[in-house]
Every structure is written in structure tokens, then in C-alpha cells.
């Protein structure tokens, strides 16, 4: 059974000490630094998510680039969009939780998976709507960042379609469609044509 490698990051000293301690005495993690070795995962853990904790958050998902595991005490006032940017993908009550939610929150963070109690899932899908409600719709946009029109462009492309066939399809011009392609691979900064049909694949819009 390959480990995964955990780094932990608390807001205290005595924190940090006992998740460490607690993981390297389960066989599944292998606690590591994030200096020498990278980590699959990372736990952060703090009593609120304030100023400082946010900016530490932020780095640490700037430092590894890593699916995060969130404990803390109270996420009343959270920035819950902010916290998602963070690559946090498990939420996790601090004073509540059991060994047991907190070993298989990390196992569902290193497959990509994701663990967030109901209240704040609700909370998140509904910010979330706002969010599309009003600052993605009313300029031509969605969630994943891709106008309609680039949606329906990328999708032929998907099937195989080339320009000219792309642009009998849509009944665009053949210089439309080929504007299309430019302006979302330079403002997504986007490699090619197969770049761009995998964005839009992890997106979850075609």
C-alpha cells in the first residue's frame, strides 16, 4: 500500500505536534515537511479562519499546490469561495471531529475527492449561484469561465469537426470561429486547440 504524504500546517505549536503525532501512527500517511519531500495532501488546521490564518492559507496553497484539508472552529464569517480557491476540498469541525473523519477526509483529498458537512455546502452552492447570478451572467459567462459560444465551438471541435465544418454548424464564419478559438486560448492562456478542448472537459461543460 503506497503512502500518502501528508503535510500539516496549524496556526499553534501544541496543534501541530499532535496531528503529527497522530498521523505517523497511522500506516496509511507519511508525515513529510513539504521541503524535502512534497505532500499528496495537506492539513491545515486553525481555530478561525482570520486575517492571518486567510493569508497563510493562501500561501500555503501558492508554497504546494495541493489538495487541503480544513480544520477549524468556526467558519461563521468565511470566505467560503475564497477558501475553495485555497484548494481546500474538506471541511472539517475542529472540535467535533473524529480520527475517523479525519483519516478518511485525507485518503478522499489524495484520490480528489472532496468532504464538506451539509450546512456548509449549502452555503457554498449557494454563494456559488449568486456568484453566476450576478457577476458571470450578465457578461456572457459561466463558472467555468467559457461564453456560450465557446462552449458550442469547443464541443464541435470535440467531435472532430474542423473550422469550415465548425463554422456550417453554427452558421458563424469561418473567421469567427477561428476569432473564438484565439480569444479564449489567449485570455485562458491556452496552448492549442487540444489544450483548449481539455479545459473545457475538467471544467464540466462539455
Do not use: W
Not at 499532535?18 to 501512527?25: A, R
Not at 473524529?98 to 484520490?111: E, P, R, Y
Amino acid at each position: 500500500m503506497q503512502q500518502v504524504r501528508v503535510t500539516v500546517q496549524t496556526s499553534d505549536p501544541m496543534s501541530h505536534v499532535g496531528l503529527t503525532s497522530y498521523l505517523e501512527t497511522k500506516r496509511e500517511f507519511a508525515v513529510v515537511d513539504g521541503v524535502g519531500e512534497r505532500p499528496d495532501v495537506v492539513l491545515f488546521s486553525t481555530e478561525r479562519l482570520s486575517t492571518d490564518a486567510m493569508a497563510r492559507l493562501r500561501q500555503t496553497a501558492t508554497d504546494f499546490a495541493r489538495p487541503t484539508v480544513l480544520m477549524t472552529g468556526d467558519l461563521s464569517d468565511a470566505p467560503l469561495l475564497t477558501v475553495v480557491e485555497c484548494r481546500v476540498v474538506a471541511i472539517l469541525p475542529k472540535k467535533t471531529v473524529t480520527s475517523t473523519q479525519l483519516v478518511d477526509s485525507i485518503l478522499a483529498a489524495a484520490d480528489g475527492n472532496g468532504v464538506m458537512p451539509r450546512d456548509i455546502l449549502g452555503k457554498l452552492l449557494r454563494r456559488v449561484e449568486v456568484l453566476q447570478r450576478e457577476v458571470l451572467a450578465p457578461n456572457g459567462l459561466n463558472a467555468s469561465g467559457l461564453q456560450p459560444r465557446e462552449v458550442d465551438v469547443l464541443r464541435l471541435i470535440a467531435d472532430g469537426l474542423a473550422t469550415e465544418e465548425i463554422a456550417q454548424a453554427l452558421r458563424y464564419s469561418e473567421r469567427t470561429v477561428k476569432n473564438v478559438i484565439y480569444n479564449l486560448t489567449a485570455r485562458l492562456h491556452l496552448r492549442n486547440r487540444a489544450h483548449a478542448v481539455a479545459y473545457a472537459l475538467r471544467a464540466g461543460v462539455i
